[in-house]
């Protein structure tokens, strides 16, 4: 089976960096994603990780390390619009599972 | 525009009255996916299809059933809804299996079941 680790909230002030660390394991393992979802909203993906190393995206980064079962998502210059949940998940064998969330509270 | 769409959007019904939720992509997408989401739990799955007519189990399938005739839609089933079924609902879908990395999720269907 597949199990995923992430803090449940994390908060910050505006223009602050913060890491969202995700642990897994799993039984199948092709990567590891990481979704947003605004209040009220549906989860859109923001970056994926299939090989180790840092994969940037702007203001998000996402980085992995297999041997370690590891990866964190890491949001830098934080705005308010970045208040939102974000979901680490574990690309398996024709599917994707899911962390319970990290609450993300960003304050002025 | 490229989407995932979800009807109805919000909808309350009473235990043991079938609904269908339905789901529809433009994208020409062949993987189809359904999870739920509760608080605490994260999202999980419910069925996936990997094409037209090949639907499988996720992790809680028990309760519903799915349907692929077409490539577009993928409808979720509640022959028998039970008050602990009342969920946020979301229909997902990507390119391939193997591109499961990037999927687009549709707008979610929050269903209670009295």
């Known amino acids: 089976g597949q199990s995923l680790e992430q803090p449940s909230e994390v908060t910050a002030v505006e223009g602050a960096i913060v890491q969202i660390n995700c642990t897994y394991q799993?039984?199948?393992?092709?990567?590891l994603s990481w979704y947003q979802q605004h209040d009220g909203g549906a989860p859109t993906f923001l970056s994926y990780?299939?090989?180790?190393g840092l994969e940037e995206t702007g203001r998000f980064s996402s980085f992995l390390s297999r041997s370690d079962s590891y990866g964190y998502l890491l949001l830098q210059e934080l705005q308010m619009k970045d208040s939102a949940s974000y979901f680490c998940?574990?690309?398996?064998?024709?599917?994707?599972?899911f962390g319970t969330g990290t609450r993300l509270l960003v304050s002025p | 525009e490229a989407q995932v769409t979800q009807n109805p959007r919000y909808l309350i019904t009473v235990t043991g009255k079938k609904l269908t939720v339905t789901c529809s992509q433009n994208?020409?997408?062949?993987?189809m996916s359904w999870y739920r989401q509760d608080p605490g739990l994260g999202l999980r799955q419910i069925y996936y299809s990997m094409n037209v007519e090949v639907t499988d189990k996720g992790d809680v399938p028990e309760g519903y059933k799915v349907s692929r005739k077409e490539k577009r839609n993928f409808p979720l089933i509640l022959e028998s809804p039970s008050p602990n079924q009342t969920s946020l609902y979301f229909c997902a879908s990507s390119r391939a299996w193997a591109d499961t990395d990037t999927q687009y999720f549709g707008p979610g269907t929050r269903l209670t079941v009295l």
């Open positions: 799993t039984s199948g393992f092709y990567g």
């Open positions: 990780n299939g090989l180790d």
């Open positions: 998940a574990v690309n398996g064998f024709q599917k994707l599972v």
């Open positions: 994208m020409n997408h062949e993987y």
